[in-house]
């Protein structure tokens, strides 16, 4: 079995069943990727409790990315600024072997579009040849994800897939997200 690469996922194995309330908000069934934001209701009580008890909020509802069966979505980074360290906790429906790839941007690239998603929350974009892969994971019940350095999915051929994106931050600081080094430690006992 190969090795977890730490600097962009970690497997985790903690004591909630579900994120949300009610999981039958992911519904979406369409032939194309959507991106939308959960609402702040939609969280369950056992997960806010959980993260509350670590010192921690939810920065921002849960983002819902749907990706049909077959279909990938393009190399980009969440967020601002490219090359930055921004770790939040996924969490898989579906999609049983979809996998999340990482990569570094080449020499000399620059993103061809800074844009926002559906959802407006700001995404750069890149083109495949500007990028060198770095490190592939297939995301998990849940796993941390690095999101501040170019990476994309590719969802398998079976099945569509459902991915509920958790932001999160220290109560003291509820708007900066955390770092992988951080997530490292503070999520150290529910490692898998």
């Known amino acids: 079995m190969a090795k977890v690469n730490t600097n ?39 997960f806010r409790s959980w993260l509350d008890s670590l010192g921690l909020v939810i920065t921002y509802p849960p983002l819902i990315f749907y990706t049909p069966k077959g279909k990938q979505c393009g190399i980009h980074i969440d967020g601002h600024s490219p090359d930055a360290d921004r770790a939040v906790m996924n969490w898989c429906v579906q999609g049983a072997g979809s996998m999340m790839h990482w990569y570094k941007l080449k020499e000399g690239e620059q993103p061809f579009e800074t844009t926002d998603t559906q959802a407006g929350t700001p995404y750069i974009q890149y083109h495949p040849n500007q ?24 969802n398998n051929v079976w099945e ?25 430690e503070i999520f150290k006992s529910w490692i898998a």
Request: hydrophobic share 40%.
């Open 160 to 184: 569509p897939r459902w991915l509920i994106s958790c932001d999160i931050s220290r109560k003291e600081n509820p708007e900066a997200g955390l770092t992988i080094a951080e997530s490292l």
């Open 8 to 46: 962009y996922a970690i497997d985790l194995s903690i004591p909630i069943s579900h994120p949300l309330v009610n999981p039958a908000i992911l519904n979406q069934t369409g032939d194309q990727t959507e991106i939308w934001f959960a609402n702040h209701s939609d969280v369950s009580d056992e």
């Open 131 to 154: 990028v060198n892969h770095l490190y592939s994971h297939v995301v998990k019940w849940p796993t941390i994800v690095q999101t501040g350095i170019p990476h994309n999915i590719h």
